[in-house]
């Protein structure tokens, strides 16, 4: 039983992979899934109405899922999608849902939200007069330095800002308030062929619109030949005119597509937009119709209706030879929904309980169970890497969210290699501790918005990005490898009795190798990342805080290594080195990046910096008990061993200090 343990656990868990495969299920009946693969225009991309749903309340409230409103009969989850579309479609239902991260009492206090979970709110515990105080309180914060912010205006700041996101949302599908827009338009003519169902509904505004088109370009006619025209159409012109060109500059994602072939594939338009530019060219885009029918639908909760307008919809793109923009949505759509990062991460903290328990036993069972979690995975973790290579046809590495997740994969490459080699779970507990931080720290990373957006332009140049780029990001990994191995020979040997000479000489050549393979990929991406910049800026090295970093990884590993060479230290102190060594790789990673300066400053994040002050002083505390006398390391109590750090011999030579 023990011998076929690796093997049902690993299979265990890969149906839980595969289980995300399973047919999306249909809340009401509502083919949600399907609306959620359509595809819109945003960050200057084709994506899927899933991934702006997703990004969006991500950004906002910090998950991908809603919890069921106070006093809600249901009490169901509600995925981002069907959020999305309740938003656009019942926005007096939506404003129940407590879906605004706050996170400072002051803040609210300010607001007078006292109701609900603790930093959890809804948009309708906000008063009208709070929201105009909040935005007037955006506005003088904004005018202020970002770097002398305090936490309470940087929330404030994000809630504002969270809050005008939404407002634009709500607005994306359909106008708001069709209702009393309907109610209150001027008297003419036309409004009398609206049903008293059309009449609350977009889909009759969009009809009495339609109508009128026709009369906008008669107008138009008539003014250029100097003709009289009716007042009355002119009133309701304008009334539609008023309601539909500020909703031009102020919905969110590009919904209605091109509907000409010979127009670009790229010019895709806010219903604001392609509402009013249907007045010039006569035409109301198709599109809008398709739209109108899955808002009523929803609205009045009739499933049949809305997915058989979704599939229409579809179809109709088909027809003006939009399929690979329908394919890019099913694509993106489905690696949201299989969520291969997750699930890896969910597998390296599995396989890191089980080494530590082999630690603990030494059962072999148990490290190899680990060892094939570990590798499993991987698998997931370099499907995931490969379909976001697929889907936007770039190298691995393009922004810090992408650099974060391919460290990771790097650094568990390596720890698989090692534990071949070693079988000892040291390869597997760097592996999936490395893995698992990596990727906690691509989701955070994630909440500011859209991972996959378009590249500014210097950057959007797919030969060096496979090249510098993907280069040095292994050596930040192979960097971070040898500095975790060098904290379990430090964190093993002072708080157990689990290193032994054997194993500390094993973890000491596993080091020094990873370290020369960190020093030459850190330094071949330096000097192609400076071949770059003189293409690019016309400088091959303009001493830029990036630059400056990636140059400090690289005389740190050579320090490291020339240390080792002269017997300047020996394994203790190697292992001190090399954890200085992540301390420098993760200011070089993340915190130029905080400074706000330089031309590679694409990844600023202001809340990143206490977790990096954070791992900076847990690595410097392992330092200072990797340098704590032999006496004190229970791995070494009785056994009197050779002190790994040298001393000076009276002759200026080198020798060992025993304990």
Not at 319 to 325: A, I, Q, R, S, V
Not at 405 to 410: K, T
Request: charged share 20%; aromatic share 10%.
């Amino acid at each position: 039983m023990k011998q076929r343990l690796p093997w049902i656990v690993c299979g265990l868990f890969a149906l839980w992979v595969l289980s995300a495969l399973r047919p999306a299920p249909k809340p009401g009946g509502f083919a949600l899934a399907e609306f959620g693969r359509l595809p819109v225009l945003l960050n200057g991309r084709v994506q899927p109405f899933d991934s702006v749903a997703r990004n969006t309340l991500l950004s906002m409230h910090g998950t991908q899922t809603v919890r069921p409103a106070p006093g809600e009969a249901s009490g169901r989850v509600l995925s981002a999608t069907e959020w999305l579309l309740e938003l656009m479609s019942k926005p007096e239902q939506a404003g129940n849902r407590q879906v605004f991260r706050v996170e400072s009492l002051e803040l609210r206090n300010l607001l007078d939200a006292r109701e609900g979970r603790l930093g959890q709110l809804a948009y309708n515990d906000f008063s009208q007069q709070k929201l105009q105080d909040l935005e007037q309180e955006a506005r003088r914060i904004s005018e202020k330095d970002s770097q002398l912010r305090s936490g309470y205006e940087k929330d404030a700041l994000h809630l504002a800002e969270s809050v005008h996101l939404y407002h634009r949302l709500r607005n994306s599908l359909r106008p708001e308030n069709s209702q009393h827009f309907l109610e209150h338009l001027p008297d003419h003519p036309l409004k009398a062929s609206l049903t008293a169902s059309e009449s609350g509904e977009f889909a009759g505004e969009l009809k009495l619109y339609k109508q009128l088109v026709p009369v906008a370009m008669t107008l138009l006619h008539k003014e250029a030949a100097g003709e009289e025209y009716n007042q009355a159409d002119v009133q309701l012109l304008a009334s539609f005119f008023r309601r539909y060109e500020p909703l031009s500059r102020f919905a969110y994602p590009l919904i209605v597509p091109p509907m000409h072939p010979d127009v670009s594939r790229d010019d895709w338009s806010n219903i604001g937009t392609s509402l009013s530019e249907s007045l010039r060219s006569g035409e109301v885009n198709p599109a809008l119709d398709y739209f109108a029918r899955m808002d009523s639908s929803f609205r009045k909760g009739r499933s049949d209706d809305f997915n058989a307008a979704v599939a229409e919809y579809r179809q109709w793109l088909q027809d003006k030879n939009l399929t690979p923009e329908l394919k890019k949505g099913q694509r993106e759509w489905l690696f949201n929904h299989l969520e291969p990062f997750y699930k890896s991460m969910t597998l390296y903290v599995a396989a890191l309980i089980l080494g530590c328990v082999f630690w603990l036993n030494f059962s072999h069972p148990v490290r190899r169970t680990a060892f094939y979690l570990v590798v499993l995975a991987f698998a997931i973790h370099t499907a995931g890497v490969l379909f976001r290579m697929f889907l936007e046809g770039r190298p691995p590495v393009t922004n810090l969210y992408s650099s974060a997740v391919f460290v990771g994969w790097g650094a568990v490459v390596l720890g698989i290699i090692l534990e071949r080699l070693f079988k000892d779970g040291v390869g597997v507990v760097t592996a999936s501790t490395i893995g698992f931080v990596t990727l906690i720290i691509a989701h955070h990373l994630s909440a500011t918005g859209d991972t996959m957006e378009m590249m500014r332009a210097v950057l959007d140049t797919n030969l060096w990005l496979a090249t510098h780029v993907v280069v040095i990001t292994i050596g930040y990994s192979a960097t971070f490898l040898a500095g975790f191995l060098a904290i379990v020979y430090i964190l093993r040997g002072v708080l157990s009795k689990g290193l032994t000479a054997e194993t500390g000489k094993s973890l000491s050549r596993m080091v020094y190798g990873i370290l020369c393979f960190a020093t030459l990929f850190s330094f071949v991406g330096t000097v192609l990342g400076g071949i770059w910049a003189d293409q690019s800026w016309g400088r091959f090295w303009g001493w830029d805080p990036k630059e400056n970093g990636a140059l400090l990884i690289v005389l740190m590993n050579a320090a490291i290594l020339h240390a080792r060479w002269g017997g300047i230290v020996r394994d203790r102190g190697l292992m001190v080195m090399a954890i200085a060594g992540n301390i420098v790789t993760a200011w070089s990673w993340f915190g130029v990046n905080m400074l706000g300066v330089g031309l590679h400053s694409y990844g600023f994040m202001d809340k990143a910096f206490v977790w990096l002050l954070t791992f900076i002083i847990s690595q410097l505390v392992v330092m200072g008990l990797g340098m704590l006398p032999p006496r004190f390391w229970m791995s070494f109590k009785g056994n009197r061993p050779v002190d790994s750090t040298p001393k000076l011999s009276h002759r200026g030579g080198i020798k060992p200090r025993t304990a």
